[in-house]
């Protein structure tokens, strides 16, 4: 009997030994599962260049930029060549009076005549509004810009929060994953000791119930995790490989 209890407590050591080299293999196959982001800045280039909104925005600055150019040369509107031809029958009626008595002569040709001439106009409305046309369409054209900017530091401040979001739900999915091992472990021992009779029934519960607890704590922290790195994914256009 005195044999058998340094016996039992050696195979309790070597038990014990072979859970943690589990427990540890299972955290360095979790680290190797880290995946490696890209850099901050590589992501936020990535989403400018495909927001839609953003491409709408600096579209509506190429609209104003062209409207602004026509608000500058509307003045040409009113400068121009007029030109007119006209190709017909020309009658000519003629009378001549002398001492004799009165000559009448009718004559019909066909002729090709033509006419070119430049104008200027010179509207009043035009001419006091133009400055107020032209100092509108820059302020448009400006307001544009300043959106497309506001829009630009937007999505730049979303991504940094997501980007920062995504690292810290890493860390806790480690973190999660390390307790998660270390309490099957424990439930390991705890269930050999509960077949020897060890461990009473209402222990063995208690443990039970707290390990199914640590295993719905990974199961969520892995899924927010999966649902972070999906959007940033998503927004950037390509995927973060382990």
């Known amino acids: 009997m005195k044999q058998l209890v340094p016996l039992l407590f050696i195979l309790t050591l070597s038990v014990f030994s072979i859970n943690v080299t589990t427990a540890q293999s299972t955290d360095i196959d979790n680290n190797r599962e880290e995946i490696q982001l890209p850099s901050l800045q590589v992501i936020i280039d990535s989403v400018l260049s495909r927001n839609s909104m953003l491409k709408f925005r600096n579209q509506h600055i190429g609209v104003k930029e062209s409207t602004l150019a026509s608000e500058r040369i509307y003045w040409t509107r009113n400068f121009g060549v007029q030109a007119d031809t ?3 029958n020309l009658n000519n009626f003629s009378t001549n009076a002398d001492a004799q008595g009165n ?5 019909t040709s ?4 033509y006419s070119v001439g430049v104008y200027l106009k010179i509207p009043v409305f035009d001419f006091i509004n133009r400055k107020h046309q032209v100092g509108l369409a820059k302020l448009e054209l400006d307001e544009a810009k300043s959106m497309a900017k506001f829009q630009e530091d937007e999505i730049r401040q979303t991504v940094i929060k997501m980007y920062q979001d995504l690292i810290l739900k890493q860390r806790v ?6 307790v998660l091992s270390d309490g099957k472990v424990n ?16 222990e063995y519960v208690r443990i039970t119930s707290i390990t199914s607890n640590v295993e ?3 199961e969520f922290a892995k899924s927010e995790f999966i649902t972070a790195k ?3 994914e998503d927004m950037a256009g390509f995927t973060f490989y382990q």
């Open 86 to 88: 006209k190709y017909g």
């Open 110 to 113: 066909s002729q090709f005549n």
């Open 173 to 178: 999915l480690k973190i999660k994953s390390k």
């Open 103 to 107: 000559t009448s002569v009718l004559t």
């Open 216 to 218: 719905v704590d990974y």
């Open 230 to 232: 999906k959007l940033l």
């Open 187 to 202: 439930m390991q021992m705890v269930e050999k000791e509960f077949r020897n009779g060890v461990v009473p029934v209402a």
